[in-house]
Structures are given as C-alpha cells and as structure tokens.
Nanobody
Framework: QVQLVESGGGSVQAGGSLRLSCAASGYTYRRAYMAWFRQAPGKEREGVAGANDERDVVYADSVRGRFTIRRDNANNALYLDMNSLKPEDTAMYYC???????????????WGQGTQVTVSS
C-alpha cells in the first residue's frame, strides 16, 4: 500500500523559509514521478513543483526561483525548500506520487494528508 506522509509545515512571517518533507513507502520510489501541490481555502489545488527519477524538475511560475524540490531516492524522501515566502503561499501543501511529469492533480495516483503552511504579512 502506497503511503505518503508530509511534515514540516508551520507559521512564518513573510520573507521567511520552511522545508517540507514527504516520506514515501509502498512502491518503487525512484521510478515514480513525485510532486508538491497546494490548495488554499476556496481555491483549486495547484501544482507547485515536480521531479522524476532523473532529477528533471518543473516549477509553477509563482514559485520559480524561491522554491526548490529535492529528492532523496536512497531514503524514499521528497523535500520542498521554500524561501522568500509570501502571504499568498499560504495553503495546505500535499505530496503526490505516480504522476506523469506534469503538475496536473488528476494525473497523480497517490496523495498524502497534507501539511499546513501559513505566511503572515
């Protein structure tokens, strides 16, 4: 059974940083395309960043240059380093796996429960 567990969310002031972590189990992690998504209240879930086992990455325009996605295939872990955080980054952040190298939520098979990130101005 595939399981994804996120951690690392919290509350920070604008301009601050956070690192999100995702622990994966139950499938061949290194072959899976992994991604981070987020969903703010009243808004649709949107892709933030994704990476495949060759470490090719894709970022949403809104986070490019501020966020970095990292994989640790030896430990089945995924990270999202978030810098220069803005109030509009406030959302529930989700780890997702088994996608198709896009940032389209419907293309992902497995999801974590999410971790909340709140950025105050």
């Amino acid at each position: 059974q595939v399981q994804l567990v996120e951690s690392g969310g919290g509350s920070v002031q604008a301009g601050g940083s956070l690192r999100l972590s995702c622990a994966a189990s139950g499938y061949t992690y290194r072959r899976a395309y992994m991604a981070w998504f987020r969903q703010a209240p009243g808004k649709e879930r949107e892709g933030v960043a994704g990476a495949n086992d060759e470490r090719d990455v894709v970022y949403a325009d809104s986070v490019r240059g501020r966020f970095t996605i990292r994989r640790d295939n030896a430990n089945n872990a995924l990270y999202l380093d978030m810098n220069s955080l803005k109030p509009e980054d406030t959302a529930m952040y989700y780890c997702a796996g088994g996608g198709d190298c896009s940032l389209v939520p419907l293309m992902y098979k497995s999801w974590g429960q999410g971790t909340q990130v709140t950025v105050s101005s």
